[in-house]
């Protein structure tokens, strides 16, 4: 295995390189594939040249769920790992990207609904910032984040269709419920658009920012005010990334809905 270790230009007194970044994401890669490797469903996905998202496992997610609904679904990394571990769930993916959604399908076992759209707290059209690593692309501009993670720069912007999880799913989605999020800081127009299928929801997956990476976006602090205010609370914090200068940057948060 070689590791490319890029060093950042001289600011004043510091000198950084990322090769701890690039030491961490190499071990988390090796965990996923040894996991997926074990599992014949996620064996599929890999055969489709997707890594299922088996680090989730450390995320603190009780179920099982009768619904999973996967906002930012990209390629199905969580949702060929949820089909996994809840085979009985009803699937339901959004996914801007038409590339990124058209492989859903082919890498989830079993039926899964998708949805070729970005989410939001309203319905129209926005400006995708697409990035190199089409994972990291948001409907915010790309800031921080380039600099954080070698190949997320913006690559091109296109104007996509924008709908709500209110406008899109059912009042009386089977429950429990999970919803997933991994938006690229537009966090908040999600939970936004889903003030009813929130009351639905028992557990929610949200990546979240402690810095600004995207320009803009609310950070990790503002999302959990926004929950608790919704009755869900913060119980599992899993999947840290650090930066260059040692300086947390996101984490996947997991909230649960308060009993009661």
């Given at each position: 295995?070689?590791?490319?270790?890029?060093?950042?230009?001289?600011?004043?007194?510091?000198?950084?390189?990322?090769?701890?970044?690039?030491?961490?994401?190499?071990?988390?890669?090796?965990?996923?594939?040894?996991?997926?490797?074990?599992?014949?469903?996620?064996?599929?996905?890999?055969?489709?040249?997707?890594?299922?998202?088996?680090?989730?496992?450390?995320?603190?997610?009780?179920?099982?769920?009768?619904?999973?609904?996967?906002?930012?679904?990209?390629?199905?990394?969580?949702?060929?790992?949820?089909?996994?571990?809840?085979?009985?769930?009803?699937?339901?993916?959004?996914?801007?990207?038409?590339?990124?959604?058209?492989?859903?399908?082919?890498?989830?076992?079993?039926?899964?609904?998708?949805?070729?759209?970005?989410?939001?707290?309203?319905?129209?059209?926005?400006?995708?910032?697409?990035?190199?690593?089409?994972?990291?692309?948001?409907?915010?501009?790309?800031?921080?984040?380039?600099?954080?993670?070698?190949?997320?720069?913006?690559?091109?912007?296109?104007?996509?269709?924008?709908?709500?999880?209110?406008?899109?799913?059912?009042?009386?989605?089977?429950?429990?419920?999970?919803?997933k999020i991994d938006v690229q800081g537009y966090e908040l127009e999600v939970l936004r658009g889903a003030t009813r299928v929130l009351d639905s929801?028992?557990?929610?997956?949200?990546?979240?920012?402690?810095?600004?990476?995207?320009?803009?976006?609310?950070?990790?602090?503002?999302?959990?005010?926004?929950?608790?205010?919704?009755?869900?609370?913060?119980?599992?914090?899993?999947?840290?990334?650090?930066?260059?200068?040692?300086?947390?940057?996101?984490?996947?948060?997991?909230?649960?809905?308060?009993?009661?």
């Amino acid at each position: 295995m070689t590791l490319h270790v890029t060093t950042l230009p001289r600011t004043p007194g510091t000198r950084r390189t990322r090769l701890h970044t690039t030491l961490g994401r190499t071990r988390l890669r090796v965990r996923k594939l040894v996991r997926a490797a074990r599992r014949p469903r996620l064996r599929a996905a890999l055969r489709q040249g997707v890594l299922a998202a088996t680090d989730h496992q450390d995320s603190g997610l009780g179920g099982p769920f009768a619904t999973v609904v996967d906002v930012g679904a990209s390629r199905g990394q969580f949702a060929s790992w949820i089909r996994d571990r809840h085979p009985d769930a009803r699937i339901v993916c959004f996914e801007p990207l038409a590339e990124a959604a058209g492989r859903i399908r082919a890498v989830v076992d079993g039926p899964v609904e998708v949805h070729v759209a970005a989410v939001g707290a309203r319905p129209g059209r926005c400006t995708l910032h697409v990035s190199a690593a089409d994972d990291s692309s948001s409907l915010l501009p790309i800031g921080r984040q380039a600099r954080e993670f070698q190949g997320t720069a913006e690559a091109a912007v296109r104007e996509v269709p924008v709908t709500t999880l209110d406008e899109h799913l059912d009042a009386d989605i089977a429950q429990p419920a999970l919803l997933k999020i991994d938006v690229q800081g537009y966090e908040l127009e999600v939970l936004r658009g889903a003030t009813r299928v929130l009351d639905s929801v028992q557990e929610i997956l949200c990546e979240c920012s402690f810095v600004e990476l995207y320009v803009g976006q609310p950070l990790a602090g503002d999302v959990v005010a926004h929950l608790a205010g919704r009755g869900f609370r913060l119980v599992h914090v899993a999947g840290i990334s650090t930066g260059a200068d040692g300086e947390q940057l996101q984490a996947d948060l997991t909230f649960r809905r308060v009993a009661g």
